[in-house]
């Protein structure tokens, strides 16, 4: 996930979490860094037997890559969230930088409950500035 912003943090993206509540700018830096609760990050950390997905029994890594644009069984969601952003769903940088999207990438992010356990239901609403 590095191409997605040498520079990081961008001015862009210090706008996006500007606009986020706690619990939604912590997703997005660790979906940004990696270090997110998917296999590929907890068997690193020995907290996982496998790095594999084990959501759709593909034989490849469960990265953030594969979960947000590739994982077969996140499929309905990653319609949805197609059907709002249109071209630009399949884009990490638009995905995790823009305030266009953030609304959108929470909502497939509660939808796929993937990361449910650590960090319960992600608020879709921002905080009034």
Same mark, same amino acid.
Not at 80 to 103: C, D, I
């Given at each position: ?23 939604q700018t912590g997703i997005y830096i660790q979906l940004r860094t990696g270090h997110i609760p998917l296999n590929r990050h907890l068997h690193r ?7 594999? &997905? %084990? ?15 590739? &994982? +077969?069984?996140?499929?309905?969601? =990653?319609?949805? %969230? ?33 990361? =449910?356990? +650590? ?11």
């Amino acid at each position: 996930m590095s191409n997605i912003e040498p520079n990081f943090p961008s001015k862009s993206f210090v706008e996006l979490a500007g606009s986020l509540r706690k619990k939604q700018t912590g997703i997005y830096i660790q979906l940004r860094t990696g270090h997110i609760p998917l296999n590929r990050h907890l068997h690193r950390i020995k907290k996982s037997d496998t790095p594999l &997905c %084990l959501q759709c029994g593909e034989v490849t890594e469960e990265s953030v890559q594969h979960y947000l644009f590739r &994982c +077969p069984r996140y499929e309905r969601e =990653r319609h949805v %969230l197609h059907m709002a952003l249109g071209r630009k769903a399949t884009q990490a940088a638009y995905l995790l930088n823009n305030v266009n999207a953030r609304t959108h990438l929470l909502k497939y992010i509660n939808a796929t409950k993937r990361l =449910r356990t +650590p960090f319960g239901e992600v608020p879709t609403t921002l905080p009034v500035q």
